[in-house]
């Protein structure tokens, strides 16, 4: 599959830029995503989706991120819609996903940095039934969100169950936080009655929904590079000192072409491990596993992404100067969801192991290691 964009996806792309470019960061884009019936591009026809490529979900993250809309697309659509389909039951798929297909209701995944793990205990409570204890942070959307697809740690091991956000012993809670354009949230259950919604070889599915949630997060941070490199560029053409516009010298030029060079790379690894990240599906509209291969590419998206991403952040604002450091200026909070992105899922180092242990051995990994979260 060649590393670029097909026309469609790239119409999309600029549809996308055009639509949100004329809001300000933080923004609700919701609305709009529904109208344009982007909830349903990951979902095959039988779940009510549009049958689209894992590709044409990265571009609309790539908007997201250069846009900074505000939206539960990464929470609701990417974790748990994708955990849903790939890991949970017949009979769940068919009751929940076509809310979520459409976007009517909205889920979070509960889940530790790691994705596969949380720090969820469930103790079984009646046959298809889980009581859960424990408190998980940095949920994403997890105080909005209507449904929790909660990955915990049940008397078979690893398990999915499902609670209504407003059910007795779930307490949701915000508070300060970085990133002021999407919510992380604490959630904590204390005896809450969950449902027991594990498919088959739900351990080794939920792998490859993180693989794919990685790869997603890392075309939000491309497109969030992408977009701070052009404000960088447009500056750097118009301020003038010392007679001439700042973008004539020479230090400011190797650092915008630093910058794009980093991004360049990150996107088509980017690109790359979407390719990767297409999977087929069998006749009950079960995912395929994507393996080791994917979680491979997966981290070295993850790496580049979030390197380029808080690069481009950082040196903007340096172009910038002064200016860039307010409130007023989007680039304020460009930094500060670039961080937070880099953060959200553990940081670097794990990644960077793994990948390097994919090209000293000659094979791929399943997940990285030195996740700091409960067993």
Known sequence: MPINLSTEQKDLAETLDDVWSRIAPGHDVWPSIRELGLTEIPFPEATGGADG??????????????????APYLSSVVMAGLALL?????????????????GARTAALVCGPGIVTSAIRGEVAAERELSLTGVQHAVVDGESAELLVVVTHGPDGTELALVEGSAPGVRRSVGEQLDGTRQLATVEFDGATARRISGPDVAS???????????????????????????????????QQFGRTIGSFQGIKHKLVDLLVAIELAEVTVLDASSGAERGCDESGTAEPGGTELASRAA????????????????????????????EHPL???FRRAKADQLLFGDEYPYVQSVGESLVHGRGVTRPRRVSEPA
């Open 332 to 334: 304020h909070h460009y």
């Open 205 to 239: 599915r939920l792998g490859d929904v993180r693989s794919r949630i990685l790869i997603a997060l890392a075309a939000e941070q491309v497109g969030l590079a992408r977009r701070c490199l052009e404000m960088a560029v447009e500056y750097a053409g118009t301020r």
């Open 86 to 102: 790939d890991a949970a039951d017949r009979d769940t798929r068919a009751e929940l996903l076509p809310g979520i297909v459409s």
């Open 53 to 70: 490529t894992f590709r044409d979900l990265t571009v609309v993250m790539t908007g997201l991120g250069r846009t900074l809309g505000s």
């Open 300 to 327: 070295a998206a993850r790496v580049l992404a979030s390197r380029a991403a808080m690069t481009a952040a950082e040196e903007a604002i340096q172009v910038h100067g002064g200016i860039g450091f307010t409130w």
